[in-house]
């Protein structure tokens, strides 16, 4: 349930076509839902800006599914991010989507899209942080471009997309290895720029930490970093401010 | 040198009145200035949305003294990060201001502010790198509001500051210890978040690792993470988002 | 074993039913029982209030039902804690009770249940740690109340269950990626909070380490933290708090 | 201002001496002072269970000075925790206790003493921690007893002190270096017990991070644990457990 | 090879039975062989009183055996440890033991067992890296007693064994968790320990670096510790210990 | 496509017979090739002196085929790491040749060997990654000798390939658990050494960062030092000064 | 007071020239001595095989004193380590010596030398810890010698030292940096050996975590390894198993 | 003493005007010579192709002294690392020469330089490793260049250095925070990289940990890496790598 659907029961109010009563027992009933292991929260989108959303992993899939199917019924759209594929084809929800390099599956997505929400690798193997961005902040009904493989030991391949680059609003850039991309993303343009590290790499690679830590230290100070791999908090935010400038 | 007088210089290109040569002469001597163990980047400013600034710690008095010079003869308007007040009492530039408890030198302010940027602070230990965040937005040009000491172990005092987090445009919260105040004030709002992490605290604090690590696992998603007292940075980022939503 | 059947001895010592040399004989062979490869302790509750426990995990299946079997010979009440589902099936014990979520079995469970032990977790994936600690308080005697997924993304779900709070004696909480729970808990009432950080989460999640830290980091000083996915612990040590304040 | 006056002001509230304006505008008055840069919470202590303290380590002198003085006025008791003997010095309030092994003051303790609460170390090292958490313990009303230098090297020792264990209602263990101590007296006794790793030792202590790992992975589960050298939370801890067994 | 052949070699060089020339040959052809892949070396356990052995894991089954079968043809005693019981069973080298706790292989062990060598755990879970130690070191020629399960958390157990300590040259204590065990029974002897970190427990055990770092901080200054789970390096070290006080 | 070519390709720009424009259309088409999930960039190896390689792990199957087969279309020669002999089953390219220790495939490899590699192991565990160097290197076109199993244990079998180290005009050595081959090949010659740490060992090998950590603080301060079992860059790095110092 | 005197104590009573009560008084009065910060612990020599020691670090130079004296009136030597040549001032005890290197101190050393401890340093900066230890196991009794300076990048200056090696019953080795001389001292003997990592060193050297780590994964299995800079546990285990090997 | 040194002794020998007697004494004294608590090895730079040199920090002032002054006399020519002007004032030694940004002092270096080293630094922070690199280098002979402060925040300014880029034989790349600049000059160029972590920067930079693992991580395969803040190896190595191309 989104914003738009609370600001019509509040007209309604207004115009009399709905009494008080019923409209705080609705208003009550929204924030959440409670089946016994986990509680829905319809109202989190209303609150802090992000979608309704199932974190798969850590949960059984019997857990997902009835989590899932509490959403539908009550909101229509929501997404369930590291998602397996066993879980996609037990889901039978009409009209979902599985991607599946991430595994983020997006249900009853159907928003206008707006702005330009720019998405960078550095490697082929950062894809999946990348698209768990790019499908969020579309969700959320941002209008978005996706560049891979253009790392720093190639600045020629990131330099044919400074076309893309002026054009964006807001750029994410995900990167593991050494981290460097957002830095020298940053060292072209003033455009905010969200980093979101990744597993990527091997040995003092730490399983990301690395990453994390080199774009934490960027020369660029003004860059924010996500948790390792967290393409959706990346995608949320590069909404948000997406949205900051305008509507269209 | 800011934006302007660059537009200035462009418009008075194409108005004629100055010659392409000098026009290019003058942009092409903005980049920086070689002093030989440092190059003044005047045109950083420009590229990256950040102040000019000179991050004192790491460098001798000495070298600090040389480029703000350096800078103050071409733009006029810097910041120094992590100073004394040794080389504040050193600098002798007019108005320059020195803030103490985060050790920022703010040469040549004189920015109009606009928008609303909040900050907040755990505890009392926190406010050095709050102040230095809060500075360099206005510096920059943000309005800024600041409260300080609102942990979640007193949720009322937070509560009592719901009014200021709803005129905000951005809010930059800085905590140690165990990091947990961005989650809960991202629990209250959909505006953006930009949390540093503060090395206050002992033991497990692990100098604000922990905090940082807590930060970067919010479950609020959409937290953007500075690095540790991070505040120079945070301000930058704040005053970026605080701008895309308009100049008033 | 428990306290009663000893005191029983000792009594009818005093009283002469029982010859000295028989009680010295049934004492000295009580502490523990020599099976090899383990040495089952049967004098431990009484001298660390903790349940009798078997911790599967690091054993093998047959080396678990050994114990469990020599157990169930002297004792007849047990836990088994980190058990799978085929040591459950292996184990034959009438009235054995597998929990799935935490991989608990509990054997004998008989006590009447007093006093009120509340068990909180901030997700569903926190529910593993929560059960095991639910399951061995209640087995020890608890009266438990268990409320799942309020974590601080959305304090009103918390707020909702206040009540819950006001009636507790003790107050377990589980919590994962940030691990911010147990302050916010702490600071809307004095009563003894134990803390089980969890491994749920990834990245610098750091599998529970920052949970971990930031409940040590705590800003309400009094909480009292156990080893990651600790649930038994959290269970005897809530337990224990719980009786200091009465039977009923 | 502790529990007892403010049930004070409300029987006066329903005996009528004072009318609902009034009792309103104390109560409302009372949660906490605005002195800028601090919030004084005098609302806390019955909040949360702990006493009014200021945790001078990283604050200024004037800072902590500065509230010291606020909260003197109001409640006339609080604590000042790793305070230097300056601090001390420049406080100027009459019957103020400082703690030279702890960097602790006492203002205003004359709580009556109940319970027993025992604090042992292992090593003479690891004293400021105990000292911090027998003197908070104190100041909230607890009696206590310490017995000093009692590790695991030496068990005879530890064997003396089993009258003082078998009296005590609850044992805060205060070790560092390889943090065995807890587990042992764990061994020993049912009471509970609080640990604290304090940040004696060198080399692979790792300031104090050895202890409490050690402490958490306690063979005795029970065992709660705090942050490095945290007597003030094992005070506060221990006071609570020791009242919830009776005042006497 | 072992020591007594070389020693009759030359004997018999300084006898006249062999050549100059044949013994220089032996034994230069001695030190090793290379077959590609791997140098056997067949005069380590003269250099370093360290038995032939093959460190299994990070081998391919193919390269064990090849080795296996090289020491075989020379010397015809040697260890595999951290082996599979599939290598074991594609060994087929009469008399070869497998140990399936430890998962060593010991080939032609013959030698007449002198001294006594204790090896204690703290729980079943230690009994892995406890059966390498006691393996090894019966291969070497030592005389072997094994006590397991006798943690800190039940010190009536340890003292049972008193009695074995008394009698004991050296004694190898392996514990995970916690790791206190070398340090209590440290306190009661004043024999050499050997102690082995296992890697036994789960959170902060920290895949045994706790144990490791609380057995390097023991009060008992003398404990000498070996790397997570080196019970063969604990093995050869207590069998050293054990002939220098003779060969009884 | 390799140095050569291009070189080819420029001198028939100035002999006249290419035009400018076909010149310029080959030469933008050069640097890189969108595969949308990768940009195949076959200017790498000039620019870098490194040889055109797929980094396998972290890549599904078939985004490692469709690089490798549009590599293969442009240059004929490249370079697969981490592969699985399944990648090398379905690559169906003439001339593959499989290492199955370390998983590198090479592919149209035909330089002429000149100058001299060597490449150390310490141990047989540390194989795959010295195998990967001496593959890389060989197929970049330097003369390779290996010798494996050397380790400080046993000095006189290092001392026996004192030749080869004479020899050899850059070494390579790969080496797991303690690490300390590199600084003893090192205190033998003036080679430049380019040294791996390994993932080989247990405990606190700590997945190879102790050896990593071990050869940064080699007294022998020249040592340049690779990620853990980076076989590649060694190869790369190696090579690169094989051929500064001549041709033959 | 050592073992000799105890003897005596136990033999007067079998000559009857000490009554049972007499002895009994005397032995229970050994133990230790309680001066309130402290347990002094005469008997730790008898039951552990370490020297009476403080440890000063940690410890109030007024605590260090008064421990001290305590221990000097009864058993006449003792040894204080980490100590300040100011302690050692005001000590003011006759016959103490101060080690100005390693700060330790030695008072009433008067035992005959006997048995063969070799002391090795890798370099300059390790000799406090090496000192450390050869004042401690002199102190015990053994016979020292001392080689300093003889680290791997130079092997030919650790071949000189390999008669020394050959007379020696026991090498402790001290080494910081990359950790690697015991095992190449390893790869030369089968004596046992003690290795202390050191401290020594910058960067990677993690305060000699590094050389810690490298010990223990030592490809010369036998090594026992004691903690960063602990000279006085390797001096103690050292004059431990010098002594096993007899008297002279 | 140099390699010319020997040579021109070998020739005497081969020309007969050196008796063999006196060659050989003359060698054999070489190699080092005691000085009780160092062993100077005059045969180093020989060996390992590193100047003679003395590590200063972890030395007594006056053990600098005595080595500098045994030095001296042999060779006339070597270095101090990591010296204080203290000790530069104190050695009096003519033509010694004392850098204070990098505290590395240069006694008698006359050498011809040759070839061509580039040192480049990412900031002002990190020219005291830079300087200890170029120093050293051309203490060994090598021609020096010297870039300081183009870090990839301001990419324009590493491009201006293109040319003394192309020009260099090999490259020093000092960096710290995120370590981002060798991986942007490697994609630049084939040339050879030495990257030289510093321990610049602050919060996660990790005392340069940071920096180094995003160095070894770098997409640009071939980077040699060395200790945090080692200028010194990276000196050797670059001059090492530098003379490899020819004596011009």
Known sequence: MDNKKIKNLLTSLKDGTVSVENAL???KHLPYEDISFAKVDHHRHLRQGVPEVIFASGKTD??????ARAMHKKS??????????????????????????SGII????????????????????????????????????????????????????????????????VIVVAAGMEGALP???????????????????????????????????SCVARIAVMNIDNGFGAGCRAHKINTLAGNE
Chains 1, 2, 3, 4, 5, 6, 7, 8 share one sequence.
């Not at 019997?62 to 989590?67: A, D, G, K, P, S």
């Open 183 to 217: 830095s020298v993303v940053g060292g072209m343009t003033d455009k905010p720029i969200v980093a979101v590290p990744t597993s990527t790499g091997y040995g003092t690679s730490l399983g990301g930490l690395t990453a994390l830590f080199a774009m934490l230290n």
């Open 106 to 169: 997006a249900v009853g997505e159907e928003k206008k899209k707006a702005g330009n929400v720019l998405v960078l690798t550095a490697g082929t193997s950062d894809i999946p942080a990348a698209e768990e961005a790019a499908v969020t902040a579309s969700f959320l009904g941002s209008r978005i471009e996706t560049v891979y493989d253009v790392g720093v030991a190639g600045l020629h391949r990131l330099m044919d997309s400074s076309d893309q680059i002026k054009k964006a609003r």
């Open 25 to 27: 027992r609705k208003l």
């Open 62 to 67: 019997e857990q997902v599914l009835t989590i």
């Open 76 to 101: 229509g759209a929501f997404l369930i991010t590291k998602a397996s594929k066993k879980i996609y084809r037990s889901l039978k929800i009409k009209g979902a989507v599985f991607y599946p390099d």
